[in-house]
Every structure is written in structure tokens, then in C-alpha cells.
């Protein structure tokens, strides 16, 4: 073996320990530029993900607030049944107490008012 080819061995043997032994540092240079050219469009996506989870937040806290003012409007039907009988018995009462001062605008006024019963349920 001659000594130009022990020298390009050596030179070659040489050179793949160098990369070998710097392959991490190369590795690690990768990382840290991909990291760096990453991190800005991460960062937004982070925050754009922040503001559409407080979006969704306040919409959900939305549809429950509607939901339950739903149920309890679903609940108060039998207030709201009962209010509508007493408003048909209130308009019933008036026109009894209209037909009654009609009657007695035609027969002689007396003292005394008519009596009827308010709280008669019909």
C-alpha cells in the first residue's frame, strides 16, 4: 500500500468520525432553525384557537341561558293557563257589570249601587 492511499484512507477514515461526532450538533441546528422559523405562525395559530375556544364559550353559554329560559317558559304554562282563565273571568265579570249598568240606566237610579259577587267563579 502505498502512502498517498494510506493518506486518503486516513483522510476519509478522518473525515466520517468528524461528521460522526458532529452529527448531533447538526441535528440539533435543524431543530433549533426549524423551531425558529416555526414558532411565529404557532404562536398565531395559538392565539387564533384562543379566541375561537372564548367564541364557542360565550356561544354555548348562549344556547344554555336560551335553553333554560325555554324550560321555564315550558314550566310556567300552567301560570300562563291560569292567567288566561282570569283574564276570560275578568272580561266575563265587565260584561255582567256593563249589561247590569245598562239595565239600570233604563229603571229608576236607586242609592244604593247593585250588589254583586267578585269573587264568583262562573
Not at 486516513?10 to 441535528?27: C, G, H, I, Q, R
Not at 395559530?45 to 317558559?73: F, L, R
Not at 275578568?90 to 247593585?114: F, H, V, W, Y
Request: charged residues 25%; glycine residues 2%; contains cysteine.
Amino acid at each position: 500500500v502505498e502512502a498517498a492511499e494510506v493518506q486518503e484512507i486516513t483522510d476519509k477514515f478522518t473525515e466520517s468520525m468528524y461528521v460522526l461526532a458532529n452529527e448531533p450538533s447538526v441535528a440539533l441546528y435543524r431543530l433549533q432553525e426549524h423551531v425558529r422559523r416555526s414558532l411565529p405562525e404557532l404562536a398565531q395559530h395559538k392565539s387564533d384557537m384562543q379566541s375561537w375556544e372564548e367564541q364557542s364559550q360565550g356561544a354555548i353559554y348562549t344556547v344554555e341561558y336560551a335553553c333554560s329560559a325555554i324550560k321555564n317558559m315550558t314550566d310556567s304554562s300552567v301560570y300562563f293557563k291560569s292567567i288566561d282563565n282570569l283574564l276570560k273571568h275578568a272580561i266575563a265579570m265587565k260584561d255582567q257589570l256593563n249589561a247590569a249598568q245598562g239595565r239600570s240606566e233604563k229603571t229608576p237610579k236607586c242609592p244604593c249601587p247593585p250588589r254583586t259577587v267578585l269573587n264568583a267563579r262562573p
